[in-house]
């Protein structure tokens, strides 16, 4: 008999964790190895545990994001499946970017979320359909710079574009380059529609 996939369930809702646990207990071949609710107890649990399959939410104390970067630095072949609420084109651009294995929200049925697990355990990804078209869509627009992002987040708050200036120390017409450049990124026309946007697609908070 194969020996069965050890997960590590990384999640910092008590609630959910001990939902996930209930879930792969009906699972002869799956087996929860051990849990962890905070950044910092995830890579010391993955370090101490070294699970086939570790099941990552974005949203805890200390990043979810950072979690599986460091994780995939330090052995890039770990199997991290995400399992969010976040359907924020930006979140799942970044952990399939990183490495993520496959990228699920909290509303899938335990079967498929157990198929997931097994796909990913065996070498495989697990991109369902809406998060495929969501990425595809992502794919489209191109990659806002550090320094642009800095400006559209001043820009979210109603900076106007001499205050930009001040706080970041460049000049108004290197400014007017960045919104310039921010808004044929983000494909829309104005400064009011790149805030919707910036905040449609999770690039600010």
């Keep these: 008999m194969n020996r069965a996939i050890r997960i590590l369930i990384a ?3 008590r609630i959910v964790r001990m939902g996930l646990k209930t879930v792969f207990s009906l699972e002869p071949d799956l087996e ?3 849990e962890a609710a905070t950044a910092e107890e995830t890579l010391a649990a993955w ?3 070294r699970p086939d399959v570790t099941l990552l939410d974005l949203r805890m104390p200390g990043s979810g994001l950072e979690v599986l970067r460091s994780l995939l630095a330090k052995e890039p072949q770990a199997r991290v499946l995400v399992l969010t609420t976040s359907e924020m084109e930006e ?3 970044r952990a399939l970017r990183s490495g993520a294995r496959g990228y699920a929200l909290k509303g899938i049925a335990p079967e498929e979320l157990a198929e997931a697990i097994r796909s990913i355990h065996q070498g495989g990804t697990w991109i369902p359909e809406e998060i ?3 990425m595809s869509a992502r794919e489209e627009c191109a990659d806002l710079s550090p320094r642009e992002l800095e400006v559209l987040q001043l820009l979210v708050k109603g900076l106007t574009n001499p205050d930009i200036c001040a ?3 460049i000049s108004l017409g290197t400014v007017k380059i960045h ?3 921010i808004l044929a990124k983000l494909q829309v026309s104005d400064r009011t529609e790149a805030a919707s ?3 449609r697609r999770g690039l600010v908070e």
């Design 47 to 49: 370090e101490r545990l």
């Design 11 to 13: 999640d910092d809702h």
């Design 32 to 34: 929860v190895a051990g």
């Design 167 to 169: 706080l970041l120390g």
């Design 197 to 199: 946007e910036a905040y």
């Design 91 to 93: 979140d799942i651009h």
């Design 179 to 181: 919104i310039r450049n």
């Design 132 to 134: 495929a078209r969501t």
